[in-house]
Structures are given as C-alpha cells and as structure tokens.
C-alpha cells in the first residue's frame, strides 16, 4: 500500500511540475464557445483542441522502452517517465474565416475581426472577435452573440508524465502496463490514465543473429488510453450586454451548473527496437508506426440562445439544443491517421537504478527521460 501511495504521489508531482494551472483554467473558458450553436461550436473546439490533442496522443505513444532487451523470467522494472510532445508552429495557430462559420443558417452572419487565433498550443492572446448577426424582420441584422476565440496556453508542448511497470514472462516476452487512479487537478479538473504493452525478442528465432553478442532485436507494441474531465462555467449573464437578447430566469438556480467537458485520448503504437547493452549503457532506438485518437464532449446544460417569435431568446426551454450538445471526435494535422516514428536513445544503469533519454521523430516529435528501478 505504502509504494502504491508513493507512486501516485510521484505522479501527481510530476503532473504538477509539467503542467501549469492556467492551462485548464483556460479550459474552463471554453464554455462561451456555445453561443454559437452546436455546428459551429463543434468546428472551432476542433480548430482549437485539436492540435492539444494530437500532441497528448504522441506523448502516450512513448516511454514504453528504455532497451530492446526484455526483462527474464521474474525480472521486473519500475519507471516514472516525462514525455513532451512538440507542438509544430502550423498548428498554434488557426484563421476562423476559414471555419465557414454561421454557413448552416441563412438568416445568420458571422463577422470576424482579426487575422488569426491561437490553438490551445498558441500565445496567451485573444483571438479573432467574433459577432453573430441575426436577422430580424424590421430590425434588420442585430447581435446575437459576441466574444473572442479563446487564448492559447503559451505553451507549445503537451507534457504527459506516467508510471509505468514490466514484468519478465517466458521465451524473452515482456508485459508493460502503465496506470494512474483519476488525480484531481485544481478548477474541478481530473486527469487519469491506463495502458498495456507487450515487447518479444525475435533474435532468438533468427539463427544468423541468435548467438551475436550484445545487442537485442524485439518487436513492441502498447495501447494507452487518457481521459480528462474540466468544469464549465458558461452562465446566461453572459448576454447580458446584447440588447436585442431576451435572458429568461429559469426556476432551478443550479440549471446552468452541471456543465463539463470531457476529452479522451487514445494511442496505439507498434515498434521494431534495437539496442546495445553495455556495462552502465545502453543505446537503443526503434522505428515503427503510431496511431492516436481523441474525443470530446461537452456535457450538462448551455445558455444557446433561439429565435421565437422574432425575438432572439435564452432560456431553459430549448433542452434538446443545449443539453449534452458535443460528441465529437477530433481531428486535425496528425488526426487519427497512422504515422511513422522514429526514436533514439541512451539509458545509464547503476546498480539496479535506471536514467534514460530519448527523442521521437515524427510529426509531433516527443523528448522523453525516465528515472526507475530495474531488476534482471
């Protein structure tokens, strides 16, 4: 009990250490973005997250290996890692006018003002301004809703530390796993995460290199799945200086508390390792592909506002609009396709205390150190 305590306390550590507090508080923001409506909530969450995303699936899909070499029977080891994936200029940073905003909707327009905005991996600026226009009979086009798109983070990486264990099977097999309970982590946000890999050396059933001393060749595979929760917090005040919208109290004051937003990552990646195991070092690399999905959901209730009777409204009418309005799943640059990756490294053993280093090509590259135990 006391060592499982002890890593969940190491996690939480270096979560806190990785990741700044204002990166969910400006999560928590996120809320106002359904103003505009469900469709075109869903395109700018896309443009937004969307690069954050990809930069947490390639940091799932690494830190399974330190060498090639997998553990003997009964061997074992323990290591907390930190990933940091890197996130590439192009995608900290979006254009809204080519979202296609308002397009579902004739009797909306949409001006925006601006020339750019940051992802959630961009300046801690505020994006374009953006006005909802919506056509009245004898008004005309009056606002409906108005705000700027959500600041980046000013922080063009995605740390994303674990622990992890594996344990030596039969015939050069080793299993990885990797878990953390959910960690609450301030602003009503939660993150936690699992996984399960498996590394086989296939040396042993080449007879040229069977007897070659020193190095070790494998295949690795490993599936690893992130789900996060942050706290909402877009209120009907939020209208309140839009002269043309009508805010209509609803009679529960806890109506509009239960928002949410929940964001899943999932990674599987699939790798031929090398390594060469010395006295204290060991050089490894591997070359394979990589495979990574996320999804996100908006969930409770959301001030959107409606037209009726020629009069824009926002109430607690409307329940099939604004409750649980977005399940999506992301995509953007790197998607959910398939990617190759390449990585090289060192690790240093002392004793049974294991330091590593590596780096991950791809398209979102990744630098990757761990601190462990090893033993056999």
């Known amino acids: 009990?006391?060592?499982?305590?002890?890593?969940?306390?190491?996690?939480?550590?270096?979560?806190?250490?990785?990741?700044?507090?204002?990166?969910?508080?400006?999560f928590g923001q996120l809320g106002q973005i359904m103003s505009t409506g469900q469709e075109d909530a869903e395109k700018i969450l896309?443009?937004?997250?969307?690069?954050?995303?990809?930069?947490?699936?390639a940091g799932l899909s690494t830190g399974w290996y330190?060498?090639?070499?997998?553990?003997?029977?009964?061997?074992?080891?323990?290591?907390?890692?930190?990933?940091?994936?890197?996130?590439?200029?192009?995608?900290?940073?979006?254009?809204a006018n080519t979202l296609e905003l308002g397009?579902?909707?004739?009797?909306?327009?949409?001006?925006?003002?601006?020339?750019?905005?940051?992802?959630?991996?961009?300046k801690k600026d505020p994006g374009q301004e953006v006005t909802y226009y919506?056509?009245?009979?004898?008004?005309?086009?009056?606002?409906?809703t108005q705000f700027n798109l959500p600041k980046g983070t000013g922080f063009a990486y995605t740390p994303v530390p674990m622990i992890q264990a594996g344990v030596g099977l039969v015939k050069e097999t080793e299993l990885n796993f990797r878990y953390s309970p959910d960690i609450e982590w301030g602003n009503g946000s939660k993150i936690g995460l699992w996984?399960?890999?498996?590394?086989?050396?296939?040396?042993?059933?080449?007879?040229?290199?069977?007897k070659l001393p020193v190095f070790d060749l494998t295949l690795q595979g490993g599936y690893t799945k992130l789900s996060s929760t942050t706290e909402l917090n877009f209120q009907p005040s939020f209208y309140e200086s839009l002269s043309y919208v009508t805010v209509i109290e609803s009679f529960d004051p806890n109506y509009w508390s239960n928002q949410e937003m929940q964001l899943d990552v999932s990674n599987f990646t699939a790798n031929l390792l090398v390594s060469g195991d010395f006295k204290i070092i060991c050089i490894y690399g591997g070359v394979g592909i990589s495979s990574s999905k996320a999804n996100?959901?908006?969930?409770?209730?959301?001030?959107?506002?409606?037209?009726?009777?020629?009069?824009?409204?926002?109430?607690?009418?409307?329940?099939?609009?604004?409750?649980?309005?977005?399940?999506?799943?992301?995509?953007?640059?790197?998607?959910?396709?398939?990617?190759?990756?390449?990585?090289?490294g060192f690790r240093l053993k002392f004793a049974v205390v294991t330091l590593n280093f590596d780096y991950t090509y791809a398209d979102y590259s990744v630098a990757s150190a761990g601190l462990g135990i090893s033993f056999r």
């Open 66 to 95: 330190n060498t090639a070499k997998p553990h003997k029977l009964g061997g074992f080891d323990v290591t907390v890692s930190f990933n940091l994936a890197i996130i590439p200029t192009a995608d900290q940073s979006y254009d």
């Open 134 to 144: 919506q056509n009245i009979p004898l008004l005309g086009d009056v606002p409906m």
């Open 195 to 210: 996984g399960v890999g498996l590394k086989h050396g296939i040396k042993q059933w080449i007879p040229a290199l069977k």
């Open 46 to 57: 896309t443009a937004y997250l969307g690069p954050y995303a990809n930069g947490v699936g």
């Open 296 to 344: 996100l959901k908006l969930l409770g209730n959301y001030p959107i506002p409606y037209v009726e009777n020629n009069n824009i409204i926002v109430s607690d009418q409307n329940t099939a609009e604004h409750r649980d309005p977005i399940d999506i799943e992301i995509e953007s640059s790197d998607g959910s396709v398939t990617k190759p990756r390449l990585n090289a």
């Open 1 to 26: 009990m006391r060592q499982k305590n002890l890593f969940i306390r190491l996690f939480t550590l270096a979560f806190m250490i990785s990741i700044a507090s204002s990166t969910y508080a400006q």
């Open 103 to 122: 397009a579902g909707d004739n009797d909306v327009t949409v001006g925006i003002d601006g020339v750019e905005s940051p992802t959630a991996a961009g």
